[in-house]
């Protein structure tokens, strides 16, 4: 490859680079580095070999490939570019699954052929396969956005191979498979004529499909497949599903999560998200509101599930009832995918195909009042900025799409081969994947939106409605922006509230660096997650949400709203509930609850520990407590902050242990 | 009258979503109270029309909110100051469901249909009554610490005459 961006013109300045790169590696020298990835083990063989790789393809991306606006920007430390590492090669970013497609024509690994499965069993294991299959033909995330529709036709297969046992057993006769037609369990006739033979197919399909779904989230717990070690990072979304075959795969995703792994700590993968639609499963009337109360339930004890909002405006857009497909789903971290200027409005087949995350916050310094430089904030001048990176931004996902497009359709084998990217399996191994990327997403996301506005104007957008207002305006010229770019490159490209809390950190670290600890701006060790309220600032969970809510309608590439909950979840369900139900009534579009869960490892005893256990009175300097923590990178907010600190323990102590 | 506590929000304190006040003064003095600088009825601080003014306020602008709970100390030795600010809290956001917590028993309160603690009692929905016993302590109770205290649905027991236990709304 020619030298496109030869910055560094003396050869032995880059012979240094590299040098020192590996060095670093070697002799685990640089922890930051290595510990970049909570989720890779940096300092194991298989960590350090992969980190040799994903190093060195940066640094050659760096100055061979990327434009040199991009690679400026970057050093400026206001342009983030995500996956660095798979840019000179062209890897994509992440994809939903159509599961429903490969189970029922079978699959191909590359290694042997898959024939579609006929249990329940069978096919939970395959999902963990493809999971991994596909993980390894891009680099982001593996989502499945309808896996109670996609798997219940294996729960009906075995249920059927049940109910005909049983009749053997039981001796109830004998199904004349000529005209009895499709066996399921929403078969009351049948049910009606064998009625034990019906029972005992019902109980064991039941315990089958229970069995399944534990080890399906063994599986994707435990299969450490991903470059140096990772585990994949699979999503899973249900809810909607209302046949008893999908209730049951809904159900047992539920009950497998709530007990837990080998010693029923709680599984990290899969992100699991439970689709709330009005009409399905939001009132007690509705045939799956026990599932929704269930997965209330679960989220409470484990964390997860997320909740997903069917009904908010954006998404209620392309929803067709009974074309579960066009109902939208994420990919764990938030990712949307659902529209498509080409026409694909549905999710799976397609995904994002990268993207590039702005720092508001250094834009905010430079032209805001924080500095002292001047009285009124610089909006001329920042936004004139911010077009120029934004125009960066955007230049670096165009030209890495381009790259992308190139690439033969046999180096993203599994994905291309098998049409998990909708249209791949019409293409030649050796053709390139060009114009098909096209259905996915190119999106330009930010981060700090509130320090950026302290920073501009002295407060953030949750103290002041006048702030707040220029806050929606900014993020409102973002999407416009997209929008408009979409039309001229005909493209889909779109907003994003980027999620990652690593970066966040990346990102203040220099700017605390270059502008010192600033007071509401560079002084945590964190920005801002997109357009959150910050999660220090004291304010009710109904406020925050109100706030939140009007950004998830700008953000179409995916946004996501949390909430903070100081105690035992899992004791006040209505709460739980509650605050679910308002967010979705304000139309977040996702949705999710953050609180505490201690376990004690010397009685079990979990809920909220303090330094001593509530039922053992075991020390925490004597036992682990294991702080189970939703990893976002934040500390658990505390929004009630008018009594000191002492005296909030003290109060709560009180509360705990006595009346 | 002190408070010596308050949080806008809380999910500790009773079904939902709930704001809280914490009563400074008590005169139980259970074996085993963790917080016995609460029994000063001069602990915390005192509660003023603006403090007053500015919880009102807090309740009446939060949709999310299920209710509120009283809480001390024990509110009901100063039941006749408790009783008017419910009012004045009703007046200005309408009806609105009142937990309360005390040493006193359902039985102990209601024995005087005369007396201030009587008229306090029948202002709320849900009290949470009896002394905390250190031997019946159990941190695995909902929204009490020990097992000899119950969760009373006062409306209804008022009607019935005799104790009617409150039922959660979801039970898992
Ligand atoms: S009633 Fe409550 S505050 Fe009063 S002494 Fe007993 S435990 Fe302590």
């Known amino acids: 490859m020619a030298l496109l961006n030869p910055i560094y013109t003396d050869r032995e300045v880059m012979l240094d680079e590299v040098i020192t790169l590996g060095e670093e590696i070697v002799e ?205 990072f699979t999503s899973i979304n249900y809810g909607t599903d209302t046949s008893p075959e999908g209730q049951l795969v809904i159900d047992s995703l539920l009950t497998a999560t709530m007990r837990g792994l080998g010693n029923g700590e709680t599984p990290i993968f899969p992100i699991q998200i439970f689709k709330c639609k009005q009409g399905v499963n939001q009132a007690p009337d509705e045939p ?13 004890k484990r964390l997860y599930p997320n909740f997903a909002n069917l009904d908010a405006p954006l998404n209620l857009m392309y929803y067709k009832a009974g074309d579960p497909d066009t109902e939208f789903a994420t990919m764990g971290c938030r990712t949307r995918v659902l529209s498509d200027r080409f026409g694909r409005n549905h999710l799976s087949g397609k995904g994002n195909l990268s993207f590039n995350t702005m720092n508001l916050v250094k834009l905010g310094l430079e032209h805001g009042i924080v500095l002292g430089q001047r009285k009124v904030a610089d909006e001329r001048g920042f936004y004139r900025e911010l077009d120029l990176y934004l125009d960066i931004a955007l230049e670096g996902l165009l030209h890495r799409f381009n790259i992308q497009k190139a690439q033969k359709a046999k180096a993203s084998d599994f994905m291309m081969r098998e049409g998990v990217w909708e249209g791949g399996e019409h293409l030649h191994p050796e053709e390139p994947v060009g114009d098909l990327l096209k259905h996915g997403s ?127 979840a899992r004791s006040n369900p209505a709460a739980f509930l509650q605050i679910i139900q308002y967010a979705l009534s304000q139309q977040v579009s996702y949705f999710s609850i953050n609180h505490p869960i201690d376990r004690c490892s010397a009685c079990g005893f979990e809920g909220i520990i303090g330094a001593t256990c509530p039922s053992c009175n075991s020390h925490e300097n004597d036992v682990h407590i294991r702080r189970l923590r939703r990893v976002t990178g934040y500390l658990t907010g505390d929004y009630q902050t008018r009594f000191n600190a002492a005296k909030q323990a003290e109060v709560r102590d009180r509360l705990k242990h006595n009346t | 009258m002190n408070i010596c506590g308050y949080y806008p929000e809380s999910i500790n304190e009773g079904e939902g979503l709930r704001a809280s006040i914490f009563i400074s003064g008590c005169r139980h003095f259970c074996k085993g109270c963790f917080s016995p600088a609460t029994w000063n009825f001069n602990y915390g601080d005192p509660f003023t029309k603006e403090r007053e003014a500015e919880i009102i306020d807090d309740i009446k602008n939060n949709p999310l909110l299920s209710g509120l709970t009283i809480l001390g100390g024990d509110p009901f030795f100063s039941a006749a100051e408790v009783s008017a600010f419910i009012d004045r809290l009703r007046q200005q956001v309408g009806p609105i469901s009142i937990w309360i917590y005390s040493g006193y028993t359902f039985e102990e309160i209601t024995e005087n249909p005369e007396s201030p603690e009587y008229e306090l009692l029948r202002r709320c929905q849900v009290l949470v009554d009896g002394r905390f016993v250190e031997e019946l302590r159990d941190p695995s109770l909902r929204y009490c610490g020990s097992s000899n205290q119950r969760l009373i649905d006062i409306t209804q027991s008022l009607i019935l005459g005799k104790v009617s236990i409150w039922q959660p709304t979801f039970s898992f």
């Not at chain 1, 590492?85 to 992440?94: L, M, R, V």
């Not at chain 1, 991994?132 to 191979?161: C, E, M």
């Not at chain 1, 600032?537 to 406020?543: E, F, P």
């Open chain 1, 28 to 232: 685990s020298r640089n922890l930051e580095v290595l510990r970049e990835n909570a989720n890779l083990n940096g300092e194991s063989f298989s960590g350090k070999m992969s980190k040799f790789g994903s190093e060195y393809a940066k640094w050659y991306a760096e100055h061979f490939v990327m434009p040199k606006r991009l690679v400026q920007s970057i050093k400026d430390n206001i342009v983030y570019v995500h996956d660095l590492d798979q840019y000179a090669i062209g890897t994509t970013n992440c994809i939903f699954i159509p599961f429903d497609k490969l189970l029922r024509e079978g699959f191909n690994t590359g290694n042997g052929s898959v024939r579609p499965p006929n249990s329940i069993m069978t096919a939970m294991a395959l999902v963990a396969i493809i999971f991994q299959s596909q993980q390894n033909s891009q680099y982001g995330g593996v989502s499945a956005n309808k896996i109670d529709f996609d798997l219940a036709p294996y729960v009906r297969k075995t249920f059927s191979k049940n109910l005909i046992k049983g009749l053997e057993y039981f001796e109830e006769g004998d199904l004349d498979s000529t005209n009895v037609g499709e066996i399921s369990m929403s078969r009351s006739d049948l049910q009606e004529l064998y009625p034990k033979a019906f029972k005992f197919a019902t109980k064991e399909t039941k315990s089958e499909t229970l069995q399944a779904a534990e080890s399906l989230i063994h599986n994707l717990n435990t299969m450490s497949s991903r470059a140096g070690g990772q585990i994949p």
């Open chain 1, 288 to 300: 799956n509101y026990s599932l929704f109360l269930k997965a209330a339930e679960c989220s409470a």
């Open chain 1, 442 to 568: 190119l999106s330009i996301g930010f981060i700090g939106l509130a320090e950026c506005m302290k920073a501009m104007y002295g407060k953030h957008h949750g103290e002041d409605s006048n702030v707040y207002n220029k806050a929606y305006e900014l993020i409102s010229y973002m999407r416009n922006y997209c929008d408009r770019q979409s039309e001229r490159h005909n493209l889909n490209i779109t907003l994003f509230a980027t999620p990652a809390e690593g970066l966040s950190g990346k990102f203040t670290k220099r700017d605390k660096a270059t502008y010192g600890a600033i007071a509401g701006v560079t002084d945590r060790e964190y920005y801002t997650n997109s357009f959150h309220i910050p999660v220090y600032y004291s304010i009710s969970a109904a406020k925050k949400i109100e706030l939140e809510s009007a950004f998830h309608g700008l953000c179409n590439a995916g946004a996501i709203s949390y909430i903070e909950l100081n105690g035992n």
